[in-house]
């Protein structure tokens, strides 16, 4: 079992950033692949970036590449996105998440943390 608790959403103006962190407990933690998901009102939630177990592989949604960036400190059982230059539309809620590979994430979802980007 993996519980996730994001923290670090709040208010920005567009072209700023935030740091997205997302703690785990267990200690089966490095074992997973980790990831960040996003909902904007009225829409589906929708992949944002994942990484492997290690972090060694990483992966992103067009929209967010060169932008966002994923991370993970196994020893502190946290992952983390770093979000720069952020735009009106990155506005949502965003939710850490955590499966067996990242085809599988979702096996564990966080409560979420908003995100509200100003122009």
């Known amino acids: 079992q993996v519980q996730l608790v994001e923290s670090g959403g709040g208010l920005v103006q567009a072209g700023g950033s935030l740091r997205l962190s997302c703690a785990a407990s267990?200690?089966?933690?490095?074992?997973?692949?980790m990831g960040w998901f996003r909902q904007a009102p009225g829409k589906e939630r929708e992949f944002v970036a994942a990484?492997?177990?290690?972090?060694?592989?990483?992966y992103y949604e067009d929209s967010v590449k060169g932008r966002f960036t994923i991370s993970r400190d196994n020893a502190k059982n946290t992952v983390y996105l770093q979000m720069n230059s952020l735009k009106p539309e990155d506005t949502a809620v965003y939710y850490c998440?955590?499966?067996?590979?990242?085809?599988?994430?979702?096996?564990?979802w966080g409560q979420g943390t908003q995100v509200t980007v100003s122009s």
């Open positions: 990484c492997s177990w290690s972090g060694g592989n990483t």
């Open positions: 267990g200690r089966t933690f490095s074992s997973y692949a």
């Open positions: 998440a955590a499966g067996g590979r990242v085809s599988s994430l979702g096996q564990y």
